[in-house]
Each structure stands twice: as C-alpha cells, then as structure tokens.
C-alpha cells in the first residue's frame, strides 16, 4: 500500500534563508511524487512533480524538490523563504500506472520576517 | 479555462442527517477524486470516479458514498451524520488520458460542520 510520511508538524525559518520541508514515501511500483501547497481557506495548489528523469524538479514559485530513490525521500527545498511561502505544504504519491494518490499529514511552514 | 467548482462552500448540518455535496471538474477532466480534510487525521482519500464508476475507495465507512455522471460532474453523501464528519471536503479532478501526468486540480472545498 502507499504512504507518505511528513515527520515534521511544523518549520520555522527566517525570511531569506533557505527552507526544507521533509517527506518520505512507501509505494510498490514506480513512484509519481508531488508537492502541493494550501493557503487557509483554500483548496490545494500544485507546486511540483516528479515522474522521471532530472532528481531534481523545478516548480512554481522558486520551489524545488530532490527525488532520492535510494531514501525514498522527495525534500522539498527554496533557497531564500519569503514571507509569504508561509502556508500549509503536502507531500503526495501515486503509484505509477495507478490512480489514487495518497497524500501526507502536512507541514506548516512558518516564515519570519 | 474555469477551475473545479465545489458547492456549497459552507454547510451546518446536525447529527442523524444527511449531506450531499457537488463537484464540477475542470472541462475536458474526467476523472473526480475526493478528500476528507481535518486537522488531526491530515487529507484522506475517499474515492475516486472515471467514466461514471468508481475505480478507488480509501477506508471509509458505507456510509460515504458517491457517483458521477455523464457530463463528469460529481457528488458525494454522507448519510447519518456523526460530529466526527465535520471536516472540509475537497473534490480534485485530472484528465486521466493521455498525456495526464498526475497532478490533480482541487477546488475550495466544502466545509461541513455537524452539530
């Protein structure tokens, strides 16, 4: 069965340094790997994907993740927080070929001005 | 392009009763899936519907249920409803045809409380 672990509740980082929020994940096939993000209120946003390829995916807003198959980690990294990447972030996987993706408990990114 | 539509927004039931909530997807998406979001237990999967049937179900009781029609559109129930149903509820949708690469479009959510 799939899953994904977030072990942090919560990060606390100063506005300009760089932040990582964790994941990990548990599927039988190939992974898809996605990072999304939720402003309070709202539904979720798309930031990034991993499919296959580059271990390391660009996505929106400055956001990148590392795909280590080897950890079976997809950190999800920026190298300068802003004040308003200060959100709700989710870790997701859907096995390759399937179509029911699980997402993890979520990370609250709080960024200090 | 209009994104997913979730009515209603907001919703106050009390316990015993039934809810049903609607899901427009994106044009051209035909696949639905939906999530029950709380704060202790993070986003669960509920179901997912293609092509007006159900083709994934997460660990929920009989009491959830949904379907989907012809035109895609979506809606899910909840019958006798317990305090522990209070959550928000959000629809996704993808195309699930060539090309999908995976990355689903949610809409606001709907947001039940029950008394």
Redesign the interface.
Same mark, same amino acid.
């Given at each position: 069965a799939q899953s994904v672990a977030q072990p942090e509740d919560q990060v606390n980082v100063a506005e300009g340094n760089p932040l990582t929020v964790k994941c990990t994940y548990s599927v039988s096939g190939n992974p898809?790997l &996605?990072w999304?993000v939720q402003y309070p209120? /709202?539904? %979720?946003? &798309?930031l990034l994907?991993y499919?296959t390829g580059d271990n390391l995916v660009k996505g929106s807003y400055g956001f990148e993740a590392e795909f280590n198959k080897s950890q079976t980690s997809f950190h999800l990294k920026k190298p300068s927080a802003l004040v308003s990447d200060s959100a709700l972030y989710?870790c997701a996987v /859907?096995e390759g070929g399937?179509?029911?993706?699980?997402?993890?408990?979520?990370t609250r990114l709080f960024v200090k001005a | 392009k209009a994104g997913?539509t979730q009515t209603p927004r907001y919703l106050i039931k009390t316990r015993g009763q039934q809810v049903t909530l609607s899901c427009s997807p994106i044009s051209g998406h035909r696949?639905v899936?939906w999530?029950q979001q709380t704060p202790g237990?993070? %986003?669960q999967?509920l179901f997912?519907y &293609?092509s007006e049937t159900q /083709?994934?179900k997460g660990n929920f009781p009989g009491r959830f249920s949904g379907r989907q029609f012809s035109n895609s559109r979506s809606e899910m129930n909840v019958s006798t409803l317990e305090l522990g149903d209070s959550a928000l509820y %959000?629809c996704?949708s993808?195309s /699930?045809q060539g090309g999908d690469?995976?990355?689903?479009?949610?809409?606001?959510?709907s947001r039940l409380t029950v008394l």
């Open positions: 898809y &996605f999304y209120n /709202r539904g %979720l946003q &798309f994907k499919i989710f /859907r399937g179509f029911k993706t699980i997402f993890g408990a979520g | 997913v696949s899936s999530y237990q993070g %986003l999967f997912e &293609f /083709r994934n %959000l996704a993808s /699930r690469t995976g990355e689903l479009f949610f809409g606001e959510g």
